[in-house]
């Protein structure tokens, strides 16, 4: 019986197509020609979880302005739909590589913490074999004991490392109660921290208290630390005409005043003030409260809603990346919130999109918090404290009734989102850090995606 060309391939290698291992061929003769950054983080598309988002953002403009990466991630875990990824993929200067190990119980807190662990462990063995060739390595804090892979792997190949705290641990865990200071495994963890941080080239954080914290917490550390907000595309995100936004018509939005709290609904957010506000503006007719995603309070601000009969408060999930820009756009006001036990440890990213939309801003947060200082800088909205319901309400029912002035603090949002944190600006100070680090006496850039494009910087003596 004659065998196809495709099945003899299939044989040897069942997951790879003949186009693929051709790719992959290319990748592994490219690899030894250029620099490369090795990016490893458990979430990527098609999970939504934002770390994942703005990694894959992150890594495709690296690639397009000349820089080789290989970015090492898990198969979808967090909040998805499509329950699988191909194994390996490959575009311009980019491979992406995942791992099936980390799918048990992705529902669960405990099965998470297996797969995460589970993550790390993989992501160690593959990068033993190739942590020698790789000129840089990026890790982040998802999950968050993925630095001491970093810290492994420096140790034993002397590979270098620049770390991406998206959260501080073990401090959040701290701050909310899920760890006591004087347990054996906060003391450990912090310990294992100090050194993952003295170990790396350099720290990036998103924000300047998460930067204030991470010097009080570590005095000694001289390792340097770069402050790098989140983005958004304002290409991509823009405001659109009611009557035409297609989110707006599916959920019947055409009508009142939205105010929308969109993304993780987790431990670190205060959604009690929130809710508390709704409480009070619950005969105010045309007022509606949309609450987008999941995350570890959904359930509890549900039933907290259900049983206060809080009927302008609707839920949607999580949403498809493609259907973001008009689900932005759709909100007449945006809520972003930290508790004040969190600030310093979390930055939300959710703030940068809701800019971009030219949207409002209710900012809920502690006196000192970085958002208050965004807010109050861009003149986009308000900020209140933690617990001020009363003055939240206050503002959304005022905004509700003057919609010039809603209009006007939008555009104020869009232009500091414009002149602060886009794509381009926030890459370029990435390739900058990068740049730093990079071993490039032997090794060249690749080629950008186009030749007009904007290389990656080159540091002098790198």
Same mark, same amino acid.
């Given at each position: 019986?004659?065998?196809?060309?495709?099945?003899?391939?299939?044989?040897?290698?069942?997951?790879?197509?003949?186009?693929?291992?051709?790719?992959?061929?290319?990748?592994?003769?490219?690899?030894?020609?250029?620099?490369?950054?090795?990016?490893?983080?458990?979430?990527?598309?098609?999970?939504?979880?934002?770390?994942?988002?703005?990694?894959?953002?992150?890594?495709?403009?690296?690639?397009?302005? !000349? &820089?080789?990466?290989?970015?090492? *991630? @898990?198969? /979808?875990?967090?909040?998805?739909?499509?329950? %699988?990824? =191909?194994? #390996?993929?490959?575009?311009?200067?980019?491979?992406?590589?995942?791992?099936?190990?980390?799918?048990?119980?992705?529902?669960?807190?405990?099965?998470?913490?297996?797969?995460?662990?589970?993550?790390?462990?993989?992501?160690?063995?593959?990068?033993?074999?190739?942590?020698?060739?790789?000129?840089?390595?990026?890790?982040?804090?998802?999950?968050?004991?993925?630095?001491?892979? !970093? &810290?492994?792997?420096?140790?034993? *190949? @002397?590979? /270098?490392?620049?770390?991406?705290?998206?959260? %501080?641990? =073990?401090? #959040?865990?701290?701050?909310?109660?899920?760890?006591?200071?004087?347990?054996?495994?906060?003391?450990?963890?912090?310990?294992?921290?100090?050194?993952?941080?003295?170990?790396?080239?350099?720290?990036?954080?998103?924000?300047?208290?998460?930067?204030?914290?991470?010097?009080?917490?570590?005095?000694?550390?001289?390792?340097?630390?770069?402050?790098?907000?989140?983005?958004?595309?304002?290409?991509?995100?823009?405001?659109?005409?009611?009557?035409?936004?297609?989110?707006?018509?599916?959920?019947?939005?055409?009508?009142?005043?939205?105010?929308?709290?969109?993304?993780?609904?987790?431990?670190?957010?205060?959604?009690?003030?929130?809710?508390?506000?709704?409480?009070?503006?619950?005969?105010?007719?045309?007022?509606?409260?949309?609450?987008?995603?999941?995350?570890?309070?959904?359930?509890?601000?549900?039933?907290?809603?259900?049983?206060?009969?809080?009927?302008?408060?609707?839920?949607?999930?999580?949403?498809?990346?493609?259907?973001?820009?008009?689900?932005?756009?759709?909100?007449?006001?945006?809520?972003?919130?930290?508790?004040?036990?969190?600030?310093?440890?979390?930055?939300?990213?959710?703030?940068?999109?809701?800019?971009?939309?030219?949207?409002?801003?209710?900012?809920?947060?502690?006196?000192?918090?970085?958002?208050?200082?965004?807010?109050?800088?861009?003149?986009?909205?308000?900020?209140?404290?933690?617990?001020?319901?009363?003055?939240?309400?206050?503002?959304?029912?005022?905004?509700?009734?003057?919609?010039?002035?809603?209009?006007?603090?939008?555009?104020?949002?869009?232009?500091?989102?414009?002149?602060?944190?886009?794509?381009?600006?926030?890459?370029?100070?990435?390739?900058?850090?990068?740049?730093?680090?990079?071993?490039?006496?032997?090794?060249?850039?690749?080629?950008?995606?186009?030749?007009?494009?904007?290389?990656?910087?080159?540091?002098?003596?790198?």
């Amino acid at each position: 019986m004659a065998v196809s060309g495709q099945a003899l391939f299939s044989c040897f290698l069942p997951s790879l197509s003949p186009q693929t291992l051709g790719q992959r061929w290319q990748w592994r003769f490219q690899q030894s020609q250029h620099a490369r950054l090795t990016i490893v983080s458990q979430f990527f598309p098609p999970d939504f979880a934002a770390t994942g988002q703005f990694l894959d953002d992150l890594s495709r403009r690296l690639s397009n302005l !000349g &820089l080789q990466v290989l970015v090492l *991630t @898990g198969q /979808p875990n967090y909040a998805f739909h499509d329950h %699988l990824a =191909p194994r #390996i993929s490959f575009d311009h200067n980019r491979c992406i590589r995942r791992t099936s190990v980390s799918r048990w119980w992705p529902s669960r807190i405990r099965g998470r913490v297996v797969n995460s662990v589970l993550f790390c462990l993989r992501s160690m063995l593959r990068l033993l074999r190739s942590a020698r060739r790789g000129d840089l390595m990026l890790f982040t804090s998802e999950p968050a004991y993925l630095p001491l892979c !970093g &810290l492994f792997l420096h140790r034993i *190949t @002397g590979a /270098p490392y620049v770390l991406v705290l998206y959260d %501080l641990y =073990p401090d #959040i865990a701290l701050s909310l109660g899920v760890l006591n200071l004087g347990h054996p495994l906060a003391r450990l963890w912090k310990a294992w921290q100090g050194e993952c941080l003295a170990a790396a080239r350099e720290v990036v954080v998103l924000s300047s208290t998460m930067a204030d914290r991470l010097r009080q917490v570590y005095p000694t550390l001289t390792t340097p630390v770069e402050v790098i907000p989140s983005w958004a595309d304002p290409q991509r995100i823009h405001p659109m005409p009611r009557h035409s936004n297609p989110f707006v018509l599916r959920h019947g939005l055409e009508e009142g005043f939205t105010v929308m709290y969109a993304g993780n609904q987790g431990r670190c957010h205060d959604l009690d003030t929130l809710v508390d506000a709704a409480l009070l503006l619950q005969e105010c007719k045309g007022i509606r409260f949309l609450i987008v995603g999941g995350g570890a309070q959904h359930r509890q601000v549900r039933r907290r809603v259900q049983q206060a009969g809080l009927t302008q408060v609707q839920f949607l999930p999580y949403q498809e990346p493609a259907d973001l820009p008009a689900m932005l756009a759709a909100a007449d006001l945006a809520v972003v919130s930290l508790l004040a036990e969190a600030e310093g440890q979390v930055a939300p990213s959710k703030l940068y999109g809701h800019l971009a939309a030219a949207t409002p801003v209710a900012v809920i947060c502690s006196p000192s918090s970085y958002l208050r200082h965004e807010v109050e800088t861009a003149r986009c909205g308000a900020a209140f404290r933690n617990g001020d319901a009363a003055g939240l309400a206050a503002f959304i029912e005022r905004l509700a009734q003057q919609p010039q002035l809603a209009h006007d603090l939008g555009l104020a949002s869009r232009r500091h989102l414009q002149q602060t944190a886009t794509p381009e600006l926030v890459v370029q100070r990435y390739a900058a850090v990068l740049a730093r680090h990079l071993p490039l006496v032997h090794k060249r850039l690749a080629a950008p995606l186009a030749p007009t494009e904007q290389q990656l910087p080159v540091v002098a003596g790198a």
